[in-house]
């Protein structure tokens, strides 16, 4: 197992280690930092925000989106189980690039929804498993 | 799973969940070292339940700060059921969210109805 300790180090989620705009976390290898292939967001409606706000716009709201799907911008998109919104897997590389994907939206020119990004890649540490010669 | 409601209601409606997305960072505090311990066999039982189709979806995340599941469950206590299991959850060194997922339901409103005689 020791061969593996350059890979797990590599990819050991640091609460410390301070994110950059980049995305990188200084003190990882890069090989610890995936690329980011698509951004995970997380939308949910402003405290304070009514359901009926919400309603008004929605009309507009899923033909904006429908369209974003069209363009191929939205790779998947979920309704929030508790009914608190919606989640999203945008095709963006950066979370600067799926902000403007997103904030084309009529929801969010409103100013109604709190939009978390996440960007996301290969889960890293399977490389783990491919034993001595998986070099990146 | 409740029936979908009148557009009169001021309470947004519950959705189908068909999975659930699941957010996982290190808790404050918690040091490279003990992660590090308990890293290989959480590699292995992440795959196992990738294997039992548990693990829709996985992704590592862009700022390093841990990873992200769409697991194929029905709810959160399923999922937190799921992810107790795995060494960094049971070690108690990770911070989890659980979102339950389901269908857009609002695209419902392209089938015709109220909302999109609206639009």
């Known amino acids: 197992m020791k061969f593996m300790i350059p890979f797990l180090v590599a990819m050991v989620p640091l609460a410390s280690v301070a994110q950059s705009q980049s995305g990188t976390a200084p003190g990882l290898p890069s090989v610890a930092i995936p690329k980011t292939t698509e951004v995970l967001v997380i939308q949910t409606p402003r405290q304070g925000v009514t359901f009926q706000q919400v309603m008004a ?10 369209n974003l799907y069209l363009d191929g911008k939205i790779r998947e998109w979920y309704s929030r189980g508790d009914g608190k919104g919606v989640v999203f897997l945008v095709d963006a590389n950066t979370e600067d690039e799926a902000r403007n994907i997103m904030e084309t939206l009529p929801l969010a020119k409103e100013h109604l929804m709190d939009t978390e990004y996440i960007p996301v890649g290969p889960l890293m540490p399977l490389r783990a498993l491919m034993g001595p010669g998986a070099q990146p | ?27 404050q505090g918690v040091t490279r ?22 693990i829709q979806q996985w992704y590592a995340r862009g700022d390093g700060k841990g990873a992200v599941f769409i697991l194929n469950c029905k709810d959160v206590t399923e999922a937190e059921t799921i992810v107790a299991g795995l060494p960094l959850s049971s070690e108690n060194l990770l911070d989890h969210q659980y979102i339950p997922i389901g269908p857009l339901a609002p695209l419902g409103a392209l089938l015709g109805g109220p909302a999109a005689r609206a639009a």
């Open chain 1, 57 to 66: 716009v929605i009309p507009a709201e899923i033909r904006a989106t429908v």
């Open chain 2, 1 to 27: 799973m409740e029936q979908p409601r009148n557009k009169e209601v001021v309470e947004p409606p519950k959705n189908l969940a068909t999975g659930v997305l699941v957010l996982l960072t290190a808790k």
């Open chain 2, 33 to 54: 070292e003990q992660v590090m311990k308990f890293m290989p066999a959480e590699i292995r039982a992440t795959m196992r339940l990738y294997l039992d189709g548990a």
